[in-house]
């Protein structure tokens, strides 16, 4: 599976930001998939996850009620809709593919500034 992520960038505190994965080499609508992100110094994790039917959805703690997944299974595509940004969300963010959740993209750089 290719993954490509996009859509980050430079915002305020405050601001939003809409990221977006491409995916490719895999029948994309058949599986689950996830954004991760990684903070400098820090382990990767969590953020958001969405089923293959995008009935069920599942978020961090830390992003709840201020980011949403989404996806359009006609264009292989999967959203991070993320508002309320904090600087404590600058992080590089990777998209990924269920089952096995191991694939990764080069992910996309988001910097909040306070």
């Known amino acids: 599976v290719q993954l490509e992520e996009s859509g980050g960038g430079l915002v305020q505190a405050g601001g939003s930001l809409r990221l977006s994965c491409a995916a490719s080499?895999?029948?994309?609508?058949?599986?689950?998939m996830g954004w991760f992100r990684q903070a400098p110094g820090k382990e990767r994790e969590f953020v958001a996850f969405i089923d293959w039917r995008a009935i069920n959805t599942n978020y961090a703690d830390s992003v709840k009620d201020r980011f949403t997944i989404s996806r359009d299974n006609d264009k292989n595509m999967v959203y991070l809709q993320m508002n309320s940004l904090k600087p404590e969300d600058t992080a590089v963010y990777y998209c990924?593919?269920?089952?096995?959740?191991?694939?990764w993209g080069q992910g996309t750089q988001v910097t909040v500034s306070s």
């Open positions: 990924t593919m269920g089952p096995t959740f191991d694939s």
């Open positions: 080499g895999r029948t994309f609508s058949s599986y689950s």
